[in-house]
């Protein structure tokens, strides 16, 4: 690891993430889940990041790795975090450089100010990969850790009750990683992982909310029969039924004002060239920041299944699998991070997030803010994951303002 002071903090801060990658259960890709051996070694290198940073540094009971920095007598607690674990064959990028940024940051604050007390997290967990349930890291902040999670086992049948043993901590002392009541505030910084900010020639953008979440599944059943010797008119076809009903997803995807609608999964039977499919299972994931626009398509979406089925003679099933409330960032926090942006000199862009993050756990218990990086080419959970070194500096110099802004209300 490079002795911190000798290269530019951005450029610090991406090599230190690439080495960090390089920390894996598979050779040639980045792939770090739940406790896993590789976490060991993450744990020792930032560590030594923290602790070069003038940080007090431990790691509680869900494997959490913990860095506090120096403040005053009675400072109020800024959580600063984010994720160290990785979806299979992931990018150098996706929740790491939070974690190495907050380090920074902290290392840049307290040389000028010490009104606040900054409190930088990694999560063990939070991608759902080794046990099927995200957020364990930050789960256990809120005190939402229960006896049915740790009794969840992966493929090897190893529970997280023993996986938290397996890595040398106390399963019984997970409670105690329960945030306490003297924390201000939780602030995130994560690459977008899609195309809008590099779309709109951003470095920048400001989570305004975390997208509610409509999954669901359709079932079409038809009748599967000789494609040669059924007339088109005598069909039952399941799969023409839901290949019109995709169409009508992406429609109403488009129109649906700042939200998406998905089909990203299929499964048709008899599944052959020369036969009409009988059987047709489709998934469903709608995402937008209002629930209740988010709810007003999906009725859309599943009263045009029922249409399109009654029409085609074909039987239609529909099972809900989750729904996610929308996470609204809090406004106070958020109107801060943005008059840092602006101060800093860079456009405000204010923005959903699509996708789940650590921040969206924590704020039901703590105002939560959230600061987007731009992902050049909209690639993430891929090993082509990136970040340009001037939106990298950007970001700390955002930071750094945002913290001097919210200190000077403690000082």
Not at 116 to 140: D, K, Y
Request: one cysteine or more; a negative charge.
């Amino acid at each position: 690891m490079s002795s911190p002071g000798r290269q530019a903090p951005a450029r610090q801060a991406i090599d230190l993430c690439r080495e960090l990658a390089q920390f894996s259960e598979e050779s040639g890709r980045t792939t770090r889940t739940f406790l896993s051996p590789p976490m060991r070694d993450v744990h020792r290198v930032l560590s030594a990041f923290m602790r070069d940073a003038g940080m007090r540094v431990s790691i509680d009971a869900m494997g959490n790795l913990h860095g506090i920095a120096a403040a005053r007598p009675g400072a109020p607690r800024l959580l600063v975090a984010s994720h160290l674990d990785t979806v299979p064959d992931a990018g150098a990028f996706d929740g790491v450089l939070g974690v190495v940024l907050g380090i920074l940051l902290a290392r840049a604050y307290q040389d000028a100010f010490a009104n606040l007390c900054l409190h930088v997290i990694g999560f063990s967990e939070e991608e759902g990969v080794r046990f099927g349930t995200p957020f364990l890291g930050s789960r256990a902040l809120v005190g939402s850790i229960d006896e049915q999670i740790l009794a969840r086992c992966d493929r090897n049948g190893r529970s997280v009750r023993e996986a938290v043993g397996d890595f040398g901590l106390d399963p019984a002392a997970i409670s105690n990683a329960r945030l306490g009541e003297d924390a201000i505030g939780y602030f995130e910084i994560h690459i977008e992982q899609g195309p809008v900010l590099e779309n709109l020639g951003l470095p920048l953008g400001i989570v305004d909310a975390i997208a509610g979440q409509s999954r669901l599944e359709i079932v079409f059943k038809g009748t599967a029969n000789h494609a040669g010797t059924t007339p088109m008119d005598l069909r039952r076809d399941a799969l023409a039924g839901a290949a019109e009903w995709i169409v009508r997803v992406e429609e109403e995807g488009r129109a649906s004002g700042g939200g998406v609608a998905t089909v990203g999964r299929m499964e048709i039977m008899p599944n052959a060239s020369n036969a009409v499919a009988g059987h047709a299972r489709v998934s469903l994931d709608v995402r937008h920041a209002s629930d209740a626009l988010r709810a007003d398509t999906v009725q859309r979406l599943v009263s045009a299944a029922d249409e399109i089925a009654r029409r085609r003679g074909l039987e239609k099933r529909c099972r809900h699998i989750l729904d996610q409330p929308a996470v609204p960032m809090d406004r106070k926090l958020s109107g801060r991070l943005e008059h840092a942006v602006r101060s800093a000199g860079y456009p405000v862009h204010r923005m959903p997030s699509g996708a789940g993050h650590d921040a969206m756990i924590l704020a039901p218990l703590v105002p939560a803010a959230m600061l987007f990086l731009r992902s050049p080419g909209g690639v993430s959970h891929s090993p082509e994951e990136s970040v340009l070194e001037a939106d990298v500096e950007a970001a700390l110099m955002v930071g750094v303002q945002f913290l001097h802004d919210l200190g000077r209300q403690y000082a």
